[in-house]
């Protein structure tokens, strides 16, 4: 059956909407209603659209009909992006496909984009409103991927996409397959240190560390210009040394001087197609250093074993709907451990060697329902 793309176009028009007036603060009962609406909208286009998802959902008695609110609306596991594609066109009609991480491309997981509008829209909103305190521009120093060199990575995507937005034509991308330019990141830090020009940096958390370790004996630090910022993304998998967050934020903060709340955190995953944030911004809207996401995605924290929505407050593993996952599932299982308050989330990272025993059944359900 051919997708009925007027629908889906009409209901973008709308999301597109909802994300153009959002707002960083509290929403109303009448933003909290329409959201409910849009999600009802998206889920029953994703219902007709996606066959996999459509099976899992009718395996569980599960159809638009019998949703009333959007917490009501069944989740697949990220982890389900491994086994099958979902995505609401035929495959060979997707303009990007990006990778989760795997060690091989067989064991990554595939998100589809019939078009990337709305991936856009809803990174770069998001992006100003959290990070971007003035409208002035300034150079921005990448040090992670970009789509230039990693087209599969919806991180490189994003990167580019904010370099272009709120960069200069100073900025600099000293990442690629080969790993870190050195000698331009050190001659790009020096040179506007000199200037007294402040500076972005968007990194990866394990190549701000691999920049500071790797660096000369006689180099202790970089000293950044006041109002430069440092954000980070991606956790510290794969270090052999563990390192917590506020050791992280500290040796951050004493190389380049910088206060702390000076260096910036992204949190989110290839799944999903927006992102939550914990910056200056952030911390003065929710008076806590939770993570702040967008009024176009809701979270919830659900028991671990039975996968039972918990009310807020409670420890749980997080489940996300993202209006902008359009084409592919909005509401995404995570097995990320986290915290749901009334301004944010507060994660707590993901069990070394243990996989949530609801999340597996979750998992195998959809491939059962497939085959």
Same mark, same amino acid.
């Not at 959002?22 to 329409?34: C, G, I, L, T, V």
């Not at 979902?86 to 990554?108: I, M």
């Not at 709305?118 to 991927?145: H, I, M, R, T």
């Not at 370099?163 to 870190?180: K, W």
């Given at each position: 059956?051919?997708?009925?793309?007027?629908?889906?176009?009409?209901?973008?028009?709308?999301?597109?909407?909802?994300?153009?007036?959002?707002?960083?603060?509290?929403?109303?009962?009448?933003?909290?209603?329409?959201? =409910?609406?849009?999600?009802?909208?998206? #889920? @029953? %286009?994703?219902?007709? +659209?996606?066959?996999?998802?459509?099976? !899992?959902?009718?395996?569980?008695?599960?159809?638009?009909?019998?949703?009333?609110?959007?917490?009501?609306?069944?989740?697949?596991?990220?982890?389900?992006?491994?086994?099958?594609?979902?995505?609401?066109?035929?495959?060979?009609?997707?303009?990007?496909?990006?990778?989760?991480?795997?060690?091989?491309?067989?064991?990554?997981?595939?998100?589809?984009?019939?078009?990337?509008?709305?991936?856009?829209?809803?990174?770069?909103?998001?992006?100003?409103?959290?990070?971007?305190?003035?409208?002035?521009?300034?150079?921005?120093?990448?040090?992670?991927?970009?789509?230039?060199?990693?087209? =599969?990575?919806?991180?490189?995507?994003? #990167? @580019? %996409?904010?370099?272009? +937005?709120?960069?200069?034509?100073?900025? !600099?991308?000293?990442?690629?397959?080969?790993?870190?330019?050195?000698?331009?990141?050190i001659d790009f830090l020096e040179n506007h240190h000199q200037k007294k020009e402040p500076v972005f940096i968007l990194s990866t958390s394990l190549a701000l560390l691999e920049f500071i370790e790797k660096m000369p004996q006689n180099r202790q630090s970089f000293l950044l210009t006041e109002g430069s910022v440092v954000l980070d993304t991606g956790g510290y998998k794969g270090k052999k040394k563990a390192i917590n967050r506020l050791e992280f934020q500290r040796l951050i903060a004493d190389f380049f001087g910088i206060q702390r709340n000076m260096i910036f955190n992204e949190y989110g995953m290839t799944e999903m197609s927006s992102q939550y944030y914990e910056t200056k911004i952030t911390s003065d809207i929710t008076g806590h250093p939770f993570k702040y996401g967008p009024p176009w995605v809701r979270t919830k924290a659900c028991d671990p074993s039975s996968l039972e929505i918990l009310p807020d407050g409670e420890i749980g593993i997080l489940r996300h709907f993202d209006l902008a996952n359009l084409d592919s599932v909005s509401m995404l299982q995570t097995e990320d451990l986290g915290i749901v308050h009334e301004k944010g989330i507060e994660l707590l990272g993901r069990p070394l060697h243990a996989t949530h025993r609801g999340c597996s059944l979750l998992a195998e359900e959809i491939i059962t329902a497939n085959e």
């Open positions: 059956m051919t997708p009925d793309c007027a629908y889906r176009n009409a209901l973008k028009q709308r999301i597109f909407h909802f994300i153009d007036n959002a707002s960083p603060h509290q929403q109303s009962q009448k933003q909290e209603d329409e959201f =409910n609406r849009l999600a009802l909208e998206v #889920f @029953s %286009w994703q219902y007709s +659209a996606n066959k996999p998802y459509q099976r !899992l959902c009718d395996r569980r008695s599960s159809p638009p009909a019998s949703i009333q609110h959007w917490s009501q609306i069944p989740a697949v596991t990220t982890a389900s992006f491994k086994t099958i594609p979902l995505f609401c066109f035929e495959t060979d009609k997707a303009c990007a496909v990006f990778h989760t991480s795997g060690t091989t491309e067989s064991t990554s997981g595939k998100h589809y984009f019939h078009e990337l509008g709305l991936y856009e829209s809803a990174a770069l909103k998001w992006f100003q409103l959290c990070c971007v305190e003035k409208n002035n521009k300034v150079p921005y120093l990448v040090l992670g991927p970009t789509a230039k060199h990693f087209p =599969n990575s919806s991180l490189g995507q994003m #990167f @580019s %996409w904010i370099i272009e +937005a709120f960069g200069t034509d100073e900025n !600099l991308v000293a990442f690629s397959p080969r790993g870190i330019d050195f000698e331009r990141t």
